[in-house]
Each structure stands twice: as C-alpha cells, then as structure tokens.
C-alpha cells in the first residue's frame, strides 16, 4: 500500500479527509483490498461498481454516510497492489526478529 497515493486521491475529496481517521482508512483499504484480491477473478469489479452491501456489513459505520463508496471510487486503482496476507507472510518468514528485512521487502 502507498500512503502517499492514497493521500494523494484523497486530496480532491475534502470532506472526507475532514470525517476520515486515519484508522478508518487503513481498515477501509484493508477490507477492500482483500475483497478485490479474492473475487477479481470471479465477478467484474471496476471503480464505478462498489461492493456497496458487503462494505457496510463488513465496516464499522463511517460518520459521514457514503465514505466507503468514495473511497471505492477513488482508491480502486490501488486496491489491487495493496492487498497482503499477513497469515502466507508469517508462513513464509515466520516471526523471527532476523526476518523484519526479508517480511518489509514483501510490503
């Protein structure tokens, strides 16, 4: 995930980044990234249609009513290349102090 992309996008959207924490949004990526990563194979995703039910069940209610659906719109060109397993990474290096190089390279 690139912070500064995701800034970036959000810059045109001033009232969300008013309503936004931080938090919110890395959850939203996390989410979404995930939901992308699992099913672009199976259903046709694009920016314009947004997993809007399963993005309301799956998220905590944003203050500002359609959040998740703009950042879908706008963040959807990131949502790809910001997946990460965490649960492969740890099968794959482990949770050896030796391998905070080797795991930050996979990021």
Known sequence: MHLVK???????FPSIIETLSGQ???IFVT???DFVHR???SIYLDKYIAPHHYLNLALPAPSMPGT???LWTVLFTILE???IDPASLICQHG???????KYSKDL
Request: proline share 0%.
């Open 6 to 12: 995701i800034l970036k996008e959000l810059e045109k």
């Open 24 to 26: 919110e949004t890395f």
């Open 31 to 33: 989410v979404a990234a």
């Open 39 to 41: 099913n672009k194979n």
């Open 68 to 70: 998740w659906e703009v």
């Open 81 to 83: 290349e910001s997946h």
């Open 95 to 101: 949770l050896s102090q030796d391998n905070d190089k």
